[in-house]
């Protein structure tokens, strides 16, 4: 275990050992059983100690207190913790106090407690993608994550603390099955104004992120065995969410410029599609932006084969070169496409919110999902990130990151021709939060990414993105989350790392 | 609409208006088609104005201003204008600027765009019950919440703060997918200490309230057509959660001791039975107490025929009177249980946590749903709310708020006892958030109800708690959002309300 994790781990030891003496100790004697009071209570203790409810060493109440405290005499607890004295599991300190004794090992409840089940889980759950560990200390990740750094966190915090004032607290409780209004009409306006689409609030329902976004889409549209085409290469997480509800996935294949619609387009001719998964805006995981000339045409075929376009559109603000593009939504119109983004990339880790527009008789069905997921809980957290729109801090914070991720993909760019030349091929994407980048075929992709480890730099190849599991040797490499230089530290790893392989051929040829 | 909400409204079109303002005009022009730019810029704005992107009023941006972003020439952006202006569309006012014109209607977005959809919805979706709206100002409402009022709030905005500083942020992206580890080692020290358990943190999964429990323990568990036992009396958004899973519903009837086991066992031995959701420390919405021995029965009838008990013990910390009682899950273990629980009544409305305690084995089927409802963007929240686990504001706050609800129950009693006496029979609940008073057969509830919002005073009907949709006539006064002279103030107006509708049948009777 890594030395953060440890002192994460031990902190949350102490964490639980100073909650456990805080709460009070609930014991439930019942004055109607045979068995005498002192007896029933030696027992129950027994049986915490055993269970490790007390643990080595904890101090038990004074007798006066719990007798008071459960309506006992004095004695019958003095009774109980001598029982326990002579069972060997308390023990009287000189000097007054009765403490757990220390010789019974406390039981592993993880394992113990529990034990076989009694009912059926039933059928195994499809298996899901964990979310990546944190790196080690000191080394640099070239996932694609924003910047937390760069986040005006003063702020959100005022917003919070603004929404938790006791006015606006009182209102929370009705908020809006949607969302929170105030957040609905940011997000409209801020939709409307850099997108193209043309939207009242009523387009717009909250989520927590484009993972719920595909998870309501797939549940209240697609039925058990229903085909999904998804791209070859995309986001486990999203597929997740399909399967969860029953969908089919049926991978299509990609090119430089996204989906690749005539592919889509056999596969509807032969098998009914009952929706596509697309990034069509800067694809994930390869960058490529789909043109407007496939935009529609896919939008076509879609008419065409009534099937509905989940167009998730993550990162639309991280676009650096060439036009402005529209979504498909907003150039085609709602009547085949659900258009799925978030916040996410504007805000930091731990704090999310996200938007599916749709017109209201789809997002009718979406209101009864979100309130099984608790959604009531969310309108703080809607009403202060309400509030960044309303002060224009998300639009300054969107145009500063922007700027910078721009700065950062070009010297990520220049790095990489510097300290890996050759082994990499790739062109600088016009927006998106990563290079892909093709690897040379005489070298090994895993033995790079595992060797690059051992030198702390941190980049997926391209299998992982992969839904047959299989993909030709790409890298994604990001170049949000690090500033200039720790970019080009990073690219120099990755150069050394390249080193280590071709050393010991070089060794073996002499 | 009354004035609050109207004023809402204004507020959220003001920021929709300000919001337009700021975020960049989007404007999507291909140089490699066959229409000149100033025709393809003119369509565009034409369509944007049409279609309410571009309201009535609203400036145009400068055309120097728009030519650069455009990359175009000025005279182009003039040309269009210009073009705009012959169609009516524009104006050019003296002292200079380019606005929309007045004239144009704005399109009602919501019903004109979109229109038909390309695919087909499917079946609908189950129906699901909307939280209530916010009482009218001044009104008065018996709704058993908690009160906001009393929450550290101030404490709070101190743990967000701390949970967003960068230090803190930066390791909220590699938080556990079961929730933030603080938060589940303050849970399971909190719920071994108070509920009897003993739990490692293992057996602890973060949720964001009672329902996700319920609707992960439904979609994990429960296949379409399974029967899901539940109290005939409850809450719709549980059963919404478990229809939505595909559960079929039966009803058990209660009685003043909660879930009638013996009817339960009847059902049982007649099909098979997938689970039971209960509430048997406080039922929902009768407080109900469930003696130890009843629950004892219910365990063992759940290990014979192998269904699993959902328990939901929602306001558990709300207990008032005579002995602690164990959860089922605390007394006979999880073999054939699983505790769901939240943190909803020790936090104000806008917040949320809550939490499932099942075995590791039970709880790895829950991850992957917990993923697929974004929950990684829970962290901050989670962090913030461990925080007040920590410093023990949330022990206090629980300790402060049970004994102000013990006088507040006992304030509302003596309340209706003198202003609605004879109306409602009913006993002092030992714990929970509202009384269940039975109605006199002479009085019409619905029509009381009626009258008491013109009184201003709000109160839940029997009927609206009931599966069946029909149920004896009793109210369910809530006593814990009110403070003692509101709650004496609303059994007055009750009272006021009871008059009107005995008046018109004296009158009648002269």
Same mark, same amino acid.
Do not use: C
């Given at each position: 275990m890594d030395p953060v994790a440890a002192a994460c781990r031990a902190r949350a030891e102490a964490?639980?050992?100073?909650?456990?003496?805080?709460? +009070?100790?609930?014991?439930?004697?019942?004055?109607?059983?045979?068995?005498?009071?002192?007896?029933q209570l030696a027992t129950i203790l027994a049986d915490d100690i055993r269970r490790g409810r007390l643990t080595p060493g904890e101090p038990l109440p004074g007798s006066r207190e719990l007798a008071a405290r459960l309506g006992a005499?004095?004695?019958t607890v003095i009774a109980a913790y001598d029982e326990l004295v002579a069972e060997g599991l308390v023990r009287a300190r000189q000097?007054?106090?009765?403490?757990?004794?220390?010789?019974?090992?406390?039981?592993?409840?993880?394992?113990?407690?529990?034990?076989?089940?009694?009912?059926?889980?039933?059928?195994?759950?499809?298996?899901?993608?964990?979310?990546?560990?944190?790196?080690?200390?000191?080394? =640099? @990740?070239l996932v694609a994550e924003p910047d937390a750094r760069l986040f005006p966190a003063r702020a959100l915090a005022r917003a919070f603390r603004n929404a938790l004032s006791p006015r606006i607290l009182a209102r929370l409780a009705h908020s809006d099955p949607r969302g929170h209004p105030t957040l609905r009409a940011g997000l409209s306006a801020m939709l409307s104004r850099t997108r193209g689409f043309a939207l009242s609030p009523d387009f717009v329902l909250v989520t927590r992120g484009i993972v719920q976004g595909i998870d309501f889409a797939a549940r209240a549209l697609v039925r058990p065995g229903e085909v999904v085409a998804i791209e070859a290469l995309g986001y486990p997480p999203a597929w997740n969410a399909l399967r969860l509800a029953g969908a089919r996935l049926v991978p299509v294949p990609l090119d430089s410029g996204g989906l690749d619609v005539g592919a889509l387009e056999a596969l509807a001719s032969r098998e009914q599609v009952r929706a596509v998964l697309v990034t069509p805006h800067h694809q994930f995981p390869t960058s490529a932006v789909m043109s407007p000339a496939r935009r529609s045409r896919l939008a076509a075929l879609a008419a065409r084969h009534r099937f509905v376009i989940l167009e998730d559109d993550d990162d639309h603000e991280f676009h650096y070169e060439g036009k402005p593009l529209l979504p498909i939504a907003a150039a085609a119109g709602f009547a085949n496409a *659900?258009? *799925?983004?978030?916040?996410?990339?504007?805000?930091?880790?731990? *704090?999310?919110?996200?938007?599916? =527009?749709?017109?209201?008789?789809?997002?009718?069905?979406?209101?009864?999902?979100?309130?099984?997921?608790?959604?009531?809980?969310?309108?703080?957290?809607?009403?202060?990130?309400?509030?960044?729109?309303?002060?224009g801090e998300l639009v300054r914070h969107a145009r500063r990151v922007r700027r910078i991720y721009a700065s950062r993909r070009d010297a990520l760019v220049a790095a990489l021709e510097r300290y890996v030349q050759g082994a990499l091929r790739f062109?600088?994407?016009?927006?998106?939060?990563?290079?892909?980048?093709?690897?040379?075929?005489?070298?090994?992709?895993?033995?790079?990414?595992?060797?690059? +480890?051992?030198?702390?730099?941190?980049?997926?190849? @391209?299998?992982?993105?992969?839904?047959?599991?299989?993909?030709?040797?790409?890298?994604?490499?990001?170049?949000?989350? =690090?500033?200039?230089? +720790?970019?080009? +530290?990073?690219?120099?790893?990755?150069?050394?790392?390249?080193?280590?392989?071709?050393?010991?051929?070089?060794?073996?040829?002499?």
């Open positions: 964490i639980y050992n100073r909650g456990m003496r805080r709460w +009070e100790l609930t014991v439930a004697l019942d004055k109607g059983r045979p068995q005498p009071l002192f007896l005499s004095r004695n000097g007054g106090g009765t403490f757990v004794a220390e010789r019974e090992a406390r039981l592993d409840v993880a394992t113990g407690s529990g034990g076989a089940l009694g009912y059926s889980l039933g059928s195994p759950s499809p298996s899901f993608v964990l979310p990546p560990r944190a790196p080690q200390a000191g080394a =640099l @990740s *659900i258009y *799925i983004g978030s916040l996410a990339n504007l805000l930091p880790p731990g *704090i999310s919110a996200g938007f599916v =527009l749709a017109p209201p008789a789809v997002l009718e069905r979406f209101v009864g999902l979100r309130l099984a997921s608790a959604a009531r809980g969310d309108a703080a957290v809607e009403r202060a990130i309400a509030e960044l729109f309303e002060d062109s600088t994407p016009d927006g998106g939060m990563a290079i892909w980048a093709r690897v040379d075929e005489a070298v090994d992709v895993d033995a790079w990414v595992s060797a690059g +480890e051992s030198e702390g730099v941190l980049f997926a190849p @391209s299998h992982r993105f992969a839904f047959a599991g299989r993909a030709p040797p790409f890298l994604r490499l990001g170049f949000t989350s =690090l500033d200039e230089s +720790e970019l080009t +530290e990073a690219a120099r790893r990755m150069g050394r790392a390249l080193g280590r392989l071709r050393e010991p051929k070089r060794a073996a040829r002499r």
